[in-house]
């Protein structure tokens, strides 16, 4: 079983950043599509961001490119998620999900589709405007 373990949320102000970390308790080179979701109160899951850790392919949903950053390192199986300019409409549960594909448009499908098998308990981001 794999388990994601995310932590790094809090409250900031509009225009301010934070960073978030995903911990992975199995090889993110074998589970090497990673994924991060975010839930606003009454709101459906939505995407967020992902990466194709094999060659490092990184993806983003429309309302965060350009202020959201992922990353990865293989060494302590850990994502990241660089929040900037944050607005109030970030705010939410952030989660993290996990899961083994054989190639890059696998992972860009299961991101869209939200089909993951290994989801955190997510960590809360709280924008104030």
């Known amino acids: 079983q794999v388990r994601t373990t995310e932590s790094g949320g809090g409250s900031v102000q509009a225009g301010g950043s934070l960073r978030l970390s995903c911990q992975v308790s199995?090889?993110?080179?074998?589970?090497?599509?990673i994924g991060w979701f975010r839930q606003a109160p009454g709101k459906e899951r939505e995407k967020v961001a992902a990466?194709?850790?094999?060659?490092?392919?990184?993806y983003y949903a429309d309302s965060v490119k350009e202020r959201f950053t992922i990353s990865h390192d293989i060494t302590t199986s850990t994502i990241y998620l660089d929040m900037n300019a944050l607005k109030a409409e970030d705010t939410g549960k952030y989660y993290c999900?996990?899961?083994?594909?054989?190639?890059?448009?696998?992972?860009?499908?299961?991101?869209?589709?939200?089909?993951?098998?290994?989801w955190g308990q997510g960590t809360q981001v709280t924008v104030s405007s």
């Open positions: 999900a996990a899961k083994a594909v054989s190639q890059v448009g696998r992972c860009v499908i299961a991101w869209s589709r939200l089909e993951f098998p290994y």
């Open positions: 199995a090889d993110i080179a074998t589970n090497n599509c």
């Open positions: 990466v194709y850790t094999y060659i490092g392919s990184r």
